[in-house]
């Protein structure tokens, strides 16, 4: 089934967000505005806390909007601990699976091919399930000295991080920027040293866009042959903020709160800009692949919908369906019934993520409602 686009009413919240987050850092208390009190649709009220502690790891994509959540889940229900690693998607399911902590974030759901969902559902007692919470663009990000705006295909962005292009002024660059200015500047690739669903996504994206320039299948291991690995979001946004020349991957809310320029990319109807309307198209052309509870999605990294900015990634809270500990199935469900709400994911827009459309987010309150 398709999943409707974010609305327009959310790309006019964006464009304000990155107004101010031109000036400054987006802050992690801006969900406490709206988080204090009444809930709306499903936001957490304070017959529905928990007394205690809730742990989890994983993406860092979606770092900034787990700080968000913590802090106005804070606001409703303050007997209640919840703690988040971002140790990266990978280490995030790893831990999950040795039943080191209540959740996971995972910007890829669980692999089949690596045995993900048996040992997971072996570790819960139950099936787990792969329920989408943050809509995190993936920005490619870049500082080139002189160079406000950039343009790049599908087979230009293959061509540089697989170091097929190494200067600025490339012709294949100059080619789909006419009239810029480029320089004779190195290209500095910058990429996640760590196991990273932001990595997964961005190479699903170069293997399927552009094929002949990218055969590698995708991983959440890097696969290129050339650059220089930074650990986590943060590290890899800092790399390219520093070095004049330099490129990298980055979920969105990391490109804005360190202030970086990030390339139109045109996947063949003409450059987008990346905002939540257009990462919203590219959304809405994604489809449900799991069944049930379980809300894997299937994301169209080819779509040539005009309009549509088409490297994106959904983050998953990876769950049990039914804990072995009552208690803690009631903290998880608590937690990601707030994350779920219309109080929640209102705020998202104001670091640089993009709230569920409202069709999925319908079924992620139901899958959520469904935790024991």
């Known amino acids: 089934m398709k999943i409707t686009r974010i609305g327009r009413a959310g790309s006019v919240a964006v464009v304000a967000a990155l107004s101010l987050a031109a000036c400054g850092s987006a802050s992690n208390n801006d969900a406490t505005n709206t988080a204090t009190g009444g809930s709306t649709g499903t936001g ?34 303050s007997g209640a601990k919840v703690s ?28 089949a091919d690596k045995g993900e969902p048996d040992k997971a559902k ?10 989408p919470m943050v809509t995190g663009p993936i920005a490619v990000a870049f500082n080139v000295k002189g160079v406000d705006k950039l343009n790049l295909t599908a087979s230009t962005i293959a061509k540089i991080f697989s170091g097929a292009i190494t200067k600025w002024n490339d012709p294949e660059i100059a080619k789909e920027n006419s009239g810029v200015s480029l320089p004779d500047t190195a290209i500095s690739v910058f990429f996640r040293s760590d196991s990273s669903g932001t990595t997964d996504n961005f190479t699903k994206y170069l293997n399927t866009a552009a094929k002949a320039e990218w055969p590698t299948e995708h991983s959440k291991s890097w696969t290129g042959k050339v650059g220089q690995g930074k650990a986590k979001s943060s590290g890899v946004s800092q790399a390219v903020a520093s070095t004049d020349g330099g490129i990298g991957y980055v979920e969105w809310s990391y490109a804005i709160t360190n202030n970086l320029k990030m390339a ?21 052309a994604a489809t449900v692949a799991g069944s049930g509870n379980d809300l894997k999605l299937k994301l169209d990294y080819a779509t040539k919908e005009a309009g549509a900015y088409p490297i994106i990634l959904v983050t998953y809270e990876i ?19 707030y994350m779920a709400s219309n109080d929640f994911q209102s705020t ?17 309150q139901t899958a959520v409602a469904a935790i024991s």
């Open 44 to 77: 957490t009220g304070s017959d529905s806390c928990f007394t205690g502690t809730l742990k989890g790891e994983g993406s860092t994509a979606q770092g900034n909007a787990m700080d968000q959540a913590i802090a106005g889940f804070g606001q409703k229900c």
């Open 84 to 111: 988040y690693n971002g140790t990266g998607s990978g280490a995030g399911v790893t831990s999950f699976i040795a039943k080191n902590v209540d959740f996971a974030g995972s910007d890829s759901a669980l692999n």
């Open 122 to 131: 072996a570790a819960c007692g139950s099936e787990a399930w792969n329920i």
């Open 264 to 284: 139109a990319v045109d996947n063949g109807s003409g450059p987008v800009e990346l905002t939540a309307d257009s990462a919203g198209k590219a959304v809405g």
């Open 319 to 337: 769950v049990c369906s039914k804990y072995p500990n009552a208690d803690t199935g009631k903290a998880v469900k608590s937690f990601l019934t």
């Open 348 to 364: 998202l827009t104001k670091i640089g993520s993009a709230p569920l459309p409202t069709d999925i987010q319908s079924k992620v």
